[in-house]
């Protein structure tokens, strides 16, 4: 360990946050204690997923709304690191896509208001559900025009965007995601980088080199890092509990430590009975790193 790494142990903390639909639906006031209860300090938040009976269309939330959440989770001292609003902004159909840009725009005008800085979304498919058009040129740049569109409004409401990979998506790959940062050149634009969503029955065996390859070419763009674990059963992957799968979270906690000091880290897909067991886990390999 070097000089600098021996200094950090002290001074950079594993800065954890959790998905807040992560726990069950319930009253906000429970909720907020829920998050302080695991000491995380920051969440993600989609207002539609939490409490959909204050969000029955997206377009039509209002500042009120997003400061009533906001309000309440700044009091608490809990961070609101991404607004949550999960569109597919490569439908086929031009008015299932104008709607969802509709609803992400919504997002970026209220993300203030809420309390949050970045907007995250993933890209949808062009399909119903999965399809291999997702992994043609032609879908790579639906993402880009409606990535486009998205980075204006950001720019203009200083907001970020955090766009996310996955397997099956258009944008399905790190150099891909790499692709788009050049070609949509905006500081609005940043990544938030789930590993497990890289990883595919076909090349989970070469992890390590797939999460060195994402760090290096998405770098300083990383904005906020998805913890997700995942196995691998009857050829397909599954998303099991962070601690009890595949993934190996090393070279990404190292990252956090190292590189990106105070970085969010957002655990995903931790139902609440293994959260306990799976934030150990993870501050365990933290503190030997």
Same mark, same amino acid.
């Given at each position: 360990?070097?000089?600098?790494?021996?200094?950090?142990?002290?001074?950079?903390?594993?800065?954890?946050?959790?998905?807040?639909?992560?726990?069950?639906?319930?009253?906000?006031?429970?909720?907020?204690?829920?998050?302080?209860?695991?000491?995380?300090?920051?969440?993600?938040?989609?207002?539609?997923?939490?409490?959909?009976?204050?969000?029955?269309?997206?377009?039509?939330?209002?500042?009120?709304?997003?400061?009533?959440?906001?309000?309440?989770?700044?009091?608490?001292?809990?961070?609101?690191?991404?607004?949550?609003?999960?569109?597919?902004?490569?439908?086929?159909?031009?008015?299932?896509?104008?709607?969802?840009?509709?609803?992400?725009?919504?997002?970026?005008?209220?993300?203030?208001?809420?309390?949050?800085? #970045?907007?995250?979304?993933?890209?949808? %498919?062009?399909? +119903?559900?999965? *399809?291999? /058009?997702?992994?043609?040129? =032609? &879908?790579?740049?639906?993402?880009?025009?409606?990535?486009?569109?998205?980075?204006?409004?950001?720019?203009?409401?200083?907001?970020?965007?955090?766009?996310?990979?996955?397997?099956?998506?258009?944008?399905?790959?790190?150099?891909?995601?790499?692709?788009?940062?050049?070609?949509?050149?905006?500081?609005?634009?940043?990544?938030? #980088?789930?590993?497990?969503?890289?990883? %595919?029955?076909? +090349?989970?065996? *070469?992890? /390590?080199?797939?999460?060195? =390859? &994402?760090?290096?070419?998405?770098?300083?763009?990383?904005?906020?890092?998805?913890?997700?674990?995942?196995?691998?059963?009857?050829?397909?992957?599954?998303?099991?509990?962070?601690?009890?799968?595949?993934?190996?979270?090393?070279?990404?906690?190292?990252?956090?430590?190292?590189?990106?000091?105070?970085?969010?880290?957002?655990?995903?897909?931790?139902?609440?009975?293994?959260?306990?067991?799976?934030?150990?886990?993870?501050?365990?390999?933290?503190? =030997?790193?």
């Amino acid at each position: 360990m070097t000089s600098l790494e021996n200094s950090a142990v002290h001074l950079t903390p594993l800065n954890l946050g959790v998905r807040a639909h992560d726990f069950e639906k319930m009253p906000l006031d429970r909720l907020i204690r829920k998050i302080k209860q695991y000491s995380f300090s920051n969440i993600q938040f989609a207002i539609k997923k939490s409490f959909p009976e204050s969000a029955p269309s997206l377009s039509a939330l209002s500042p009120g709304t997003a400061s009533y959440y906001g309000g309440a989770f700044s009091r608490a001292g809990i961070k609101l690191a991404v607004l949550g609003c999960y569109v597919n902004i490569v439908a086929t159909d031009p008015s299932v896509r104008a709607r969802a840009l509709d609803d992400f725009i919504t997002h970026l005008r209220l993300a203030r208001d809420f309390g949050a800085s #970045l907007v995250g979304t993933e890209t949808g %498919s062009v399909g +119903n559900g999965y *399809t291999t /058009d997702n992994f043609t040129e =032609e &879908a790579f740049q639906e993402v880009v025009n409606s990535v486009r569109l998205m980075v204006d409004e950001a720019e203009r409401f200083g907001v970020t965007i955090g766009i996310e990979a996955g397997q099956n998506h258009p944008l399905h790959s790190a150099p891909l995601t790499r692709r788009l940062l050049d070609e949509v050149p905006s500081n609005n634009l940043q990544v938030i #980088l789930d590993c497990a969503n890289l990883m %595919s029955p076909d +090349n989970y065996e *070469t992890q /390590d080199a797939i999460v060195t =390859e &994402a760090l290096d070419l998405l770098g300083d763009r990383i904005a906020v890092i998805h913890l997700k674990d995942f196995k691998i059963e009857q050829g397909r992957i599954h998303i099991v509990p962070v601690g009890q799968g595949m993934l190996n979270f090393s070279p990404i906690l190292h990252y956090m430590k190292y590189k990106r000091p105070h970085i969010h880290g957002i655990l995903e897909s931790t139902p609440e009975s293994d959260m306990e067991t799976s934030i150990a886990f993870l501050q365990r390999i933290y503190s =030997e790193i």
